[in-house]
Nanobody, 125 residues
Framework: QVQLVESGGGLVQAGGSLRLLCAAS????????MGWFRQAPGKEREFVAV????????DYADSVMGRFIISRDVDKSTAYLQMNSLKHDDTAVYYC??????????????????WGPGTQVPVSS
């Protein structure tokens, strides 16, 4: 059973930066991709970023394009989300997720099999 655990969340001021980490354990094979989602209070969970595992091909939500960078360390089984120029609207619980196989639903929660418990990122005005 694959387990994912996020870390690095915490209070940050608007305009600041944070780096989130997602450590995976229990893997028997490499995933196809790992992604980051977020959910603000009272809102639906939304796609943030994704990276394929083998080649590091990335995609981002329009709302974070140019500000966030997703990356991964294959040897450490860890995915990262570097968040720069944070806005108050970025406030949310951030979740990492793992896709076992390719899916056209990679911008939807339905494309991912495993999820971490989330880490809170409050961004002050």
């Amino acid at each position: 059973q694959v387990q994912l655990v996020e870390s690095g969340g915490g209070l940050v001021q608007a305009g600041g930066s944070l780096r989130l980490l997602c450590a995976a354990s229990g893997r028997t094979r490499s995933p196809y991709a790992m992604g980051w989602f977020r959910q603000a209070p009272g809102k639906e969970r939304e796609f943030v970023a994704v990276t394929t595992w083998s080649y590091g091909v990335t995609d981002y939500a329009d709302s974070v394009m140019g500000r966030f960078i997703i990356s991964r360390d294959v040897d450490k089984s860890t995915a990262y989300l570097q968040m720069n120029s944070l806005k108050h609207d970025d406030t949310a619980v951030y979740y990492c997720a793992e896709a076992v196989n390719y899916s056209t639903e990679y911008k939807s929660h339905e494309g991912y099999k495993y999820w971490g418990p989330g880490t809170q990122v409050p961004v002050s005005s």
